[in-house]
């Protein structure tokens, strides 16, 4: 499946000044594919040195005796009975198993900067986090993060122009058109648009589950798949973190993520996972699953806003989870009500909350929403070019009376109103009417300062 991460892993390879990469990325969202499989077999075909540092215990053995650079690619090359150079893509897959390989990253910038190499791991902050704060650990201050000798980058659940793209390319085309013209679709087309939208909801964009409903549009495959990676998520819990209070209570903050959400004030409240339990008792929790990239953090702006955008109060914020399949599965919703005619009735809210949060998060969004007085709300507020754009979220077609708040006390350049209407603008006001569909391209110009209306 096409993947928008590719591309900047093509840059990355263009760049003459680049340094070792490492991909972060939550667990099963496709790092492996798309570093091995899309990237290697076609820019390094048969150029390439795989290293799983899960299986591959020689190597792995080795690699955590040393960070020396010279002796690593000396006995990979022997090992693998290929010689390394300039011309040879070196991959160390599942680098949280060989966290010294991390360490050696800096002397393959320092004295190996015409080698190209990128390291993968799911969990790889969290492993480094628990071997270099261990009590008694030999190892203990010993671990140097690579800090000025690596480029980064973060691989995310398919978001929804990815899903798109692959499922139905025509109709990607044709919704990426209008965006681009800024104008509306026919409504038979915005019908099957929205069609699209409420099938990501349900499926969401780990690569496994949208690929078993891409190939064959079978949505119980889909949800079996889900439910085994929303497992497999729970029980990593229990790998990588120190103490059996923290992975329980994480745990518990995962499961509850939906109920968060689900209550008037959407603020995340300890007290309704563990009773007279406190914010800071989550702390560990939180730090872990955002880290992880599994849950998406956004903090409460007041009133008056300054730029940058600094959280008012750290401990008041919103919960999201990383991927909209999973967050649909955990609501215990049937799947009926994503695809029938009662779903405009069905579905809350928070559903299209939690879609654009993960939409804004992967084209590299911090998030941030805005609490007014007199219950005035905007579900996000993005900062832009130096240049405010809050963002409301509404399932129909709702009211702006929390902009109207909002303008009292800040400037903004335009506000987006993101909803299952049409396209619409109204330059006078300054609000811009976006359909779902349309949130990842917004999203990305919002990024790249290239928004107009």
Not at 293 to 313: C, R, W, Y
Not at 404 to 424: M, P, Q, R, T
């Amino acid at each position: 499946m096409e993947r928008n991460a590719l591309q900047n892993l093509i840059d990355w390879n263009n760049n003459k000044r680049k340094k070792p990469l490492i991909v972060w990325g939550a667990r099963q969202v496709g790092k492996t594919y798309l570093v091995k499989d899309m990237f290697a077999e076609t820019y390094y075909k048969n150029q390439y040195i795989y290293v799983d540092c899960k299986i591959e215990d020689e190597i792995r053995a080795f690699c955590s005796e040393t960070a020396n650079a010279e002796k690593i690619i000396e006995y990979i090359s022997l090992r693998k009975g290929k010689q390394i150079n300039e011309k040879t893509l070196l991959i160390f897959d599942e680098v949280q198993e060989c966290p010294n390989i991390i360490s050696s990253l800096k002397y393959f910038c320092q004295d190996y900067r015409q080698i190209p190499v990128i390291a993968t791991g799911s969990m790889v902050r969290m492993k480094l986090q628990r071997e270099t704060h261990k009590r008694g650990s030999k190892n203990n201050g010993g671990f140097l993060f690579p800090v000025g000798k690596i480029n980064q980058m973060t691989v995310y659940p398919m978001t929804f122009d990815e899903f798109l793209l692959n499922s139905n390319g025509m109709l990607y085309n044709t919704v990426k058109k209008a965006y681009d013209n800024r104008r509306p679709l026919d409504r038979q087309i915005h019908e099957l648009a929205m069609e699209q939208v409420y099938r990501y909801l349900l499926v969401g964009g780990m690569p496994e589950a949208a690929e078993a409903y891409i190939d064959g549009g079978n949505l119980l495959e889909s949800r079996e798949i889900l439910e085994a990676l929303y497992d497999n998520y729970l029980s990593d819990m229990g790998l990588y973190q120190a103490s059996t209070e923290a992975v329980l209570r994480s745990r518990a903050l995962f499961r509850n993520i939906y109920r968060e959400l689900n209550k008037e004030s959407k603020n995340f409240s300890p007290s309704l996972i563990e009773e007279k339990s406190k914010t800071r008792d989550f702390a560990t929790s939180i730090q872990w699953l955002t880290m992880a990239h599994v849950i998406n953090q956004s903090f409460g702006l007041k009133e008056h806003i300054t730029m940058p955008l600094i959280a008012d109060n750290e401990s008041v914020f919103r919960l999201f989870l990383g991927d909209i399949g999973m967050f649909s599965y955990q609501s215990g919703i049937n799947a009926s009500s994503f695809v029938s005619s009662e779903r405009e009735n069905t579905l809350s809210g928070i559903f299209f909350e939690n879609f654009v949060a993960n939409e804004l998060t992967a084209k590299g969004h911090k998030l941030f929403y805005w609490r007014g007085k007199a219950h005035a709300r905007l579900e996000f507020i993005v900062e832009s070019d130096n240049k405010l754009y809050p963002i409301d979220v509404k399932k129909g077609r709702g009211t702006l009376n929390s902009l109207e708040k909002f303008s009292n006390h800040n400037k903004f350049e335009c506000a987006i109103k993101v909803s299952k209407n049409n396209y619409g603008c109204n330059p006078e006001q300054k609000i811009l009417t976006i359909p779902f569909y349309f949130i990842p391209f917004a999203a990305s110009d919002l990024a790249n300062g290239t928004m107009e209306i």
